[in-house]
């Protein structure tokens, strides 16, 4: 075999072995959706029955102490590790890595140009220390019910003095239904 031959031989080989580093499998793809389904699901049905019983000011504490245990739930189920983040967070446990950051700003962007967010994921893999790990993220879209209840324009009173009382640097309100709220973002090593 030439020079010329081989050159080309390994160029095709990195350029493959670089693709499939960015490209994730569709079984873990699949994962990840399903345990992002599970969560959005699971933490909705908690929030609208929490308004209905007890008005908005109880979805603070399903946001507060419930989402993260059934995200911790999910985790173990899926064996992976799922969390929620956003630009503008209530609670600054969730704020964005680096990636995220740069994720969520493209899912805006996206949105800002007619995407539909509701539709809008993303996912690669990436080098995390010494492995190669899944990254993927499922944008959040404002809805009118129930999202606007807690992060909306025109809180509640009660509901405002809870939420400076439980998150004093909150940032996750006067959002629009249809607005990017944040995302799920699961890890899968």
């Known amino acids: 075999m030439g020079l010329r031959s081989t050159a080309a031989l390994v160029t095709c ?22 345990a992002v389904e599970a969560l959005g699901e699971g933490l909705k049905s908690q929030l609208v029955t929490a308004i209905k019983a007890e008005g908005p000011v109880s979805a603070i504490s399903v946001c507060k102490t419930v989402a993260p245990m059934v995200a911790e739930e999910i985790s173990k189920e899926h064996g992976l590790e799922i969390e929620r983040t956003a630009l503008r967070v209530r609670n600054p446990a969730n704020a964005p890595d680096q990636w995220e950051r740069t994720v969520l700003e493209d899912f805006v962007a996206q949105i800002a140009a007619g995407a539909n967010p509701v539709a809008l994921e993303h996912s690669e893999t990436v080098p995390e220390g010494d492995t190669m790990v899944l990254r993927y993220m499922k944008a959040i879209p404002t809805a009118a019910e129930p999202c606007l209840a807690c992060h909306g324009s025109n809180l509640d009173p009660a509901l405002k003095a809870e939420i400076a009382r439980l998150y004093p640097n909150d940032q996750a309100t006067n ?5 990017l709220r944040g995302a799920f973002t699961v890890t899968i090593k």
């Open 13 to 34: 080989a990195l350029l493959a072995s670089h693709a499939l580093a960015g490209a994730p499998s569709e079984a873990p793809l699949a994962e990840a959706r399903a």
């Open 175 to 179: 959002f629009k239904a249809g607005e």
